[in-house]
């Protein structure tokens, strides 16, 4: 639909006190619908620990998480990172040409929480 214009804007957060810096590369991106896509999310373990952690996404409208269709994500698999170990996670994804006109801003957001009983005596 290249009469059509999306926006999707990043959210990115850590639980339970998870000593992860996690963040996205770009902070938004425009496109239109029906459009492949591929962003960037930066996640930093500043642990002297190595650390398991699993991303849960969220959508802003709610009704969007229908139309929005990740074809790979860091959040699909468990994350492990060694101290002071940086990754850089690619996410391709495509927004459905269908999501109601009304919407023009999605929000995905990522809320990465420590696995409990993974990597706690890695090497």
Same mark, same amino acid.
Request: proline fraction near 7%.
């Given at each position: ?5 999306? *926006? ?9 006190? &998870? ?8 902070? =938004? ?6 459009? &492949?896509?591929?962003? *960037? ?5 500043? =642990? %002297?620990?190595?650390? *398991?952690?699993?991303?849960? +996404? =969220?959508?802003?409208? #709610? &009704? ?6 990740? !074809? ?5 698999? #468990? /994350?492990?990172? /060694? +101290?002071?170990? @940086?990754?850089?996670? +690619? @996410? ?6 269908? !999501? +109601? ?9 990522? *809320?990465?929480?420590? @696995?409990?009983? %993974? ?5």
């Amino acid at each position: 639909d290249a009469a059509r214009w999306l *926006t999707v804007e990043f959210d990115t957060n850590v639980r339970d006190n &998870l000593p992860w810096i996690f963040r996205p590369v770009e902070k =938004s991106v425009r496109f239109h619908p029906g459009e &492949l896509m591929q962003v *960037t999310f930066e996640l930093r373990n500043d =642990s %002297k620990r190595a650390i *398991t952690g699993q991303a849960i +996404p =969220s959508y802003g409208p #709610q &009704l969007a998480a229908g139309y929005f269709k990740k !074809l790979e994500c860091f959040c699909f698999t #468990q /994350q492990t990172l /060694q +101290p002071g170990e @940086v990754k850089r996670m +690619p @996410v391709v994804f495509v927004i459905e040409r269908d !999501l +109601p006109q009304d919407v023009n801003t999605v929000t995905l957001s990522y *809320t990465f929480f420590e @696995v409990e009983g %993974k990597a706690k005596n890695a090497s």
